[in-house]
């Protein structure tokens, strides 16, 4: 919604320092490596339950919340669902240590997948508390204590279990008490105030009812959606961040499943997931030292790392070693953060910062509208295929091929088409009259590519 939100009376410091203490410790949780060996080895339920009846709630519950999530986070302010984001985790700590049935574990997934969904809140809420000088700051502050409460929590749930300290059950208690205190802390975080209403609604200005508020949400909504994805080269990253996020998603949710059927006698399922977490921080942070020209190069990498994405996949199906799989596991997320970066910047930086919970917002909903397919097809007892755990990562291998081939095609006609530009640009300065008091100097071309420009050197 175009409402304009200004910072309550707390210090921007404050504020971040409250909500990146809660973003680590919502997310410290040294049980979550160990899921499935937890529900399998402690709560006696079978793989096959698992993949099929437990862990495809989480995702159907996921799809459903944000749309309905999209709909009011700017309505509500973001701080009450910051508030729900909290309570769902809590809830999904409760179900799993004291339920014991599957109908609770399913429960128990949705209740994860309405947190999952509202945590757009927590990355939103703080662009609403704090000046636009700070914005770069604080989304690295926030990003940063999201990946250390991570590593921290995956790194110590593995060495408190491999040094028999503490067992699955025990370390979900942990988990419940970080939990607890990141509901805590919620509680302290500053509240956001509106400040004016946009002045292209004449009836709802100098009106701060929640009726009027959300009609203007609705209005602006169906507006900036149509501007938005009409500009090409937001929806070529658009759609590859959606194809490549609903993957992700399907790996990470059952990658657990296939460790534990390539060897169940190794549990590094900590290890595996804190480094690969670790190595993405680092990738991501490489990033910005990165001086590769993405408008013209995009496609062509976007399609390389899917092909080889495809690759890893396939290759962690069909290996009997689960520490290779690890490794390949590792490959995989690393080279996911490396490009998903990418394309979050190139997303954000070619449109309106109000526009950022929209467009992230409608893209996750379209990458677990896939996923949502996806698992229907192929995990769900009731979906028409109903395969194995190695077999799904077989399609899911496929399936990055598919997007390598199709941004291979968008790649080799952008190339083409601004080789061909940049070749006529050429002739035509080589036919330039010699007369012409310019003629050979240097001169840079200016090539329009949709709304970008390449630059070409003429000496």
Known sequence: ARVVLKMSNHGWLYATGLLCAYGF??????????????????????????????YPVWTYSYM??????????????????????ALAYLATRILLIWGSTVL???????????????????YSYIYAVVSDEHYKKVTSLTRMAVLLGRTVGWY??????DRNVLSFYQLN????????????????????????????????????????????????????????YSNGHLLRWSLWWAFATCGEFQVGNYVQNLWEE???SIDWNGYAQATATLAGFFVAWAVAFCRLNWTVWGEMVLAIVSVGDAVILFIMSQTSSVIFAYGMFLL?????????????????????????????????????????????VLVDKHGPLHVSIKSQFVVISGYFFVIGCIFTGMG??????????????????????KSDPTYGSTEYVAIDTDDSVALFTTN
């Open 173 to 228: 208690f942990v988990s419940f008490g970080s939990i607890c205190l990141a509901c805590v802390i919620v509680l302290f975080l500053p509240a956001v105030r509106i400040e004016g209403i946009d002045r292209r609604c004449p009836e709802c200005y100098n009106c701060t009812t929640g009726c009027n508020r959300f009609k203007q949400a609705m209005l602006d909504m169906k507006h900036d959606f149509w501007v938005i």
């Open 25 to 54: 410790f919502k997310e410290m949780k040294p049980s979550e490596p160990f899921l499935n060996p937890y529900l399998t080895q402690v709560k006696n339920f079978s793989n096959h339950e698992t993949d099929n009846d437990i």
């Open 64 to 85: 459903g919340a944000l749309f309905i999530v999209l709909l009011i986070t700017d309505y509500l302010l973001y701080r009450p669902l910051i508030m729900t984001e």
């Open 332 to 376: 995989f997320r690393a080279s996911y953060t490396l490009l998903i970066t990418v394309a979050t910047y190139q997303i954000a930086k070619r449109m309106d910062k109000q526009l950022y919970g929209l467009v992230f917002g409608f893209n996750m909903f379209l990458a677990l509208t896939m996923q949502s397919l996806l698992t229907f």
């Open 104 to 122: 609770q574990m399913q429960f128990m997934q949705f209740a994860y997948g309405i947190a999952s969904a509202t945590e757009i809140a927590y």
């Open 262 to 264: 390539i060897d169940s």
């Open 412 to 433: 080799v006609y952008r190339i083409t088409r601004v080789g061909c530009k940049l070749s006529f640009k050429r002739y035509l300065w080589m036919r330039q009259d």
């Open 156 to 161: 110590a749930g593995q060495i408190l279990y």
